[in-house]
């Protein structure tokens, strides 16, 4: 059956249906938690600090021999609020390496400071509405997180990149069979993503008419819910052209009519699939280069950077609400900064060479 849903509206029902199988099997004050903050969070961000109190509440039963016999979802507020600093700090140890249904999971600084973060903001709840005493989780610092480097592809690895999705160099006899049939979709798509820096969620939420080629611009739905339009230049245009031309002819699966970017099964391209792709042109392309759909994003932000100097424009065209997000993760502002800087203060004049004399 047809649906008037849009790829982001599906999603969004998606995670709140998720959000509510992971709260079955909590507290019911974490519930009501949830629905204070329900119009202040992205379905997304909940469902993620919803996991994350789960893997905690399970902690709690795991770790406390008052509790072994009890389910998560049975542990009383008496419990939270007799909770202390030690106790965050011996889950955070617990996170960095662990076992469950016979699998062992890790998590780095960054995950472990969203987990702890998803901590804070729970028990900050709690503590503002009178059902706890403290917040014991503002007392345990936050990871460090160690700064890495930016990986992106340089100006030639684009181009180089690009040639191989639109000819197929290097790809085995297997691969070629798709290549031949997906080309023009996979060209545009890459294109559009290099040559704009949209979010690989916000590329496969397209729909044709989110394209406009009146003012060679997409409509898309940034992080957070609202549309904003991103243009694009005559590289991204010719590709987009290119595909919809075949893209009209393509019956799509019900459901999916809308759809600008169709898999093989004539369905809403997947991010799983757009990834896949980025890997299978890269691994050829870059080797020693872990290349994702976020590091076509980074390579956008800092190659825009460099031509404009202009880090509010980065920061507004890839769809950050706060610049430090551009400066510290898809900018290398420092590094160009330090390359411009080296001709900038000039030490004598030019020195007058006996031929000039």
Known sequence: MATDKTYHQEEAIHNVLLMRDVLSGLPKYVSTYF???????APR????YARDLKTFFEFLVS???????MEPKDIPLSVIDQLQAEDIEEYM?????????GHQYTNNERALKRKLTAL????????KNGHIHANPALLVDMPKIHDKAIIRMESNEVAQFLDNVEYGNKLSDHQMAYHEKNKKRDLALLTLMLGTGIRVSECVGLDVQDV????????VVRKGGYE???YFGQEVRDALLDYMAERKDIIAKEGNEHALFLSSQKKRISVRSVENMVKKYASITTPTKKITPHKLRSTYGTSLYQQTSDIYLVADVLGHKDVNTTKKHYADIDDWQRMKAKDAVTLRETPITPKDI
């Open 35 to 41: 629905r204070a903050i329900e119009y202040s969070k």
């Open 45 to 48: 961000t909940r469902l993620g």
């Open 63 to 69: 770790s406390n021999p008052a509790l072994k016999n």
């Open 93 to 101: 140890d617990y996170l960095k390496v662990y076992n469950k249904d």
């Open 120 to 127: 804070r903001v729970f028990f900050n709840y709690l503590y």
């Open 212 to 219: 406009d080629f009146d003012y060679d611009r997409i409509k």
């Open 228 to 230: 904003a339009y991103v």
